[in-house]
């Protein structure tokens, strides 16, 4: 911050410039592009594609608010589907069930920061000539078969919110991609359509990666492989110790997954109940999502009810987040653990 405060550039500058290119260097892309949030990175990415008013773009029911609202600002409709019931996330399967003709793009989610089944959800799209966009919010530094997430999808989007696995001390976001001439359209768009000061060829946005965020975030990527691994080791203390309680399900990994564990979500019987027995011994959870995008009332427009996504619904009314965060210790886990076992039993 001092060093930001003495150059006195706030916007743009060597701050930003180096966080982009060890985020790239990071995600093994080419090119990373800062924006302001991740709900623009997703918007910007969807419009280097050329979506617009016409297109439809697929993106699972179970997803945060974010990833619809992106669709629907370029004009495009989003068109939901059902995520898969035990890895939460989109498959090819899940998919098919949503393509029209007007099907341009879809969005894999990395939910939680498992991430979702990438080569086969490539060739998915190869074989329908679909663009494919990753949403790596909540995933960043997961592989999958050693690759990462990020780093598939023709361009991807990434938020730095303070929460996520990389968090700035604000909004911040980026957009990852190999392609030159999509990062150039991303910059011109975040930038009000400019690359060089008072000539506009196209029309934007100002939707730039702030100076002082970018030089917090090139300090704290330092960290980031370690604090991932931090949630990892948390999270195998949880399946371990509540591997024998039936009422649960636990969140499980493929071999070819590496995930991050934004969230450790479980599946719970009797949720509600068992929410404020834990509240009550002083242990916060969180439920995401308690609505799925289908039974929001801002997209009540697209037409959908109630049982058009009965996998979703039913994971909206079963998923809980157990404490997770950079610090937590083994004496806090077996705490939480302890009580959702006497809660059961
Ligand atoms: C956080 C998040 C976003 C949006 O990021 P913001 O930086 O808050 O705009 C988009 N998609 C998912 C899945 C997220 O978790």
């Not at 993106?59 to 995520?83: D, Q, R, S, Y």
């Amino acid at each position: 911050m001092a060093e930001v405060l003495d150059t006195g550039q706030f916007i743009s500058g060597t701050p930003v410039e180096d966080f982009e290119a060890a985020y790239a260097r990071f995600s093994g892309v080419k090119f990373a592009a800062g924006t302001g949030n991740g709900t623009d990175a997703l918007t910007a990415c969807l419009l280097a594609l050329g979506t617009g008013p016409g297109h439809e773009v697929v993106l699972p029911a179970n997803t945060f608010v974010a990833t619809a609202l992106a669709v629907h600002e370029t004009g495009a409709k989003p068109v939901l589907a059902e995520p898969d019931e035990y890895t939460h996330n989109l498959s090819p399967a899940s998919l098919q069930a949503s393509l029209t003709a007007h099907t341009t793009t879809f969005i894999p989610v990395h939910l939680y920061g498992r991430p979702c089944a990438l080569y086969d959800l490539w060739e998915f799209a190869k074989k329908h000539s679909l663009y494919m966009v990753e949403d790596n919010a909540q995933a960043q530094g997961a592989q999958y078969k050693g690759k990462s997430t990020g780093s598939f999808g023709h361009i991807n989007a990434t938020s730095f919110y303070p929460t996520k696995n990389l968090g700035a001390l604000g909004d911040a976001g980026a957009v990852t991609t190999d392609d030159p001439e999509l990062y150039e359209r991303v910059c011109r768009w975040r930038n009000l359509g400019s690359t060089e000061k008072y000539r506009h060829d196209t029309l934007g946005r100002n939707s730039r990666l702030d100076t002082l965020q970018a030089a917090f975030l090139l300090l704290k990527l330092e960290h980031l492989e370690n604090w991932n691994r931090e949630r990892r080791r948390a999270a195998e203390r949880y399946t371990r110790n509540l591997a024998s309680c039936a009422a649960l399900q636990l969140p499980a990994a493929d071999t070819d997954e590496e995930p991050v564990f934004h969230l450790y979500v479980v599946r719970a019987r009797e949720r509600e109940r068992l929410q404020v027995f834990l509240a009550g011994k002083g242990i916060q959870t969180l439920v995401h999502y308690p609505v799925p995008i289908h039974l929001q009332p801002a997209f009540r427009h697209l037409g959908y009810a109630p049982g058009d996504f009965p996998v979703a619904e039913r994971l909206a009314r079963e998923v809980l987040s157990l404490p997770l965060f950079i610090g937590i210790t083994d004496a806090e886990i077996d705490y939480v653990c302890e009580h959702i076992i006497q809660f059961y039993t």
